[in-house]
Structures are given as structure tokens and as C-alpha cells.
């Protein structure tokens, strides 16, 4: 069968792309496929980071408990050393921010 952590020309993974689209079923189909939730895309950038950029915001949180449930660091930077949590703030998400307060994101990162 296909690898589901096969990337793109730039980096991304299915998940990359399911999460960032809000395609909730195929996030959920390629996570329980074992897709890497950790794997960074060409940029440094992580599932969960990706997923908080996309400008569609509907399902946001369901996507960011999938990847919390499958064990996503809700710490973890990019390459540019900013976490989930500066997105959130950034583009206003509060409840992004509380999803990623909740299993323990860092509120002094940011």
C-alpha cells in the first residue's frame, strides 16, 4: 500500500494537507493509518502549526484534539521558534488557545 507519510514536493504529508484544509475524515483516516503527526514539512513547519495558518477556521478545534489525542506536542516550535500558541494568539483563536491550554501548551511561550 501507499506510505501515508509520503510528502509533497514541499514537505507537506496527507495530514499536513487534511489538517490545514479541515478535511476532518481524511485527518482521522490517515491518523489512524499511523501517519507522523511530528513530521515537518520543507519550511520547519509541523501538522499542528499548519493547522492554525489556514484562514477556514471551521473544525479548527476538532482537528487540534485529534492531534492532541494522537500525542501532538502542544509546545513544539517551528522553525522560526514559534509554537502553536503564538498562531492562536496572533490570529485571535481563543478557543484554539484554550484546546491548546488545556493538555498543557506553555502560556509564557508566546
Request: net charge negative.
Amino acid at each position: 500500500g501507499a506510505d501515508v507519510n509520503t510528502a509533497d514536493v514541499i514537505g507537506n504529508t496527507p495530514l499536513h494537507c487534511a489538517s490545514n484544509k479541515r478535511f476532518i475524515c481524511a485527518a482521522k483516516k490517515v491518523l489512524s493509518l499511523d501517519a507522523d503527526h511530528k513530521k515537518r514539512n520543507n519550511k520547519g513547519t509541523t501538522v499542528l502549526n499548519l493547522t492554525l495558518v489556514a484562514e477556514d477556521q471551521n473544525g479548527l478545534e476538532v482537528i487540534i484534539n485529534l492531534l492532541i489525542k494522537r500525542g501532538a506536542d502542544v509546545n513544539i516550535d517551528n522553525a522560526n521558534g514559534e509554537a502553536p500558541l503564538h498562531y492562536a494568539s496572533d490570529k485571535g483563536l481563543i478557543s484554539a488557545a484554550e484546546e491548546l491550554l488545556s493538555p498543557g501548551a506553555d502560556i509564557n511561550i508566546v
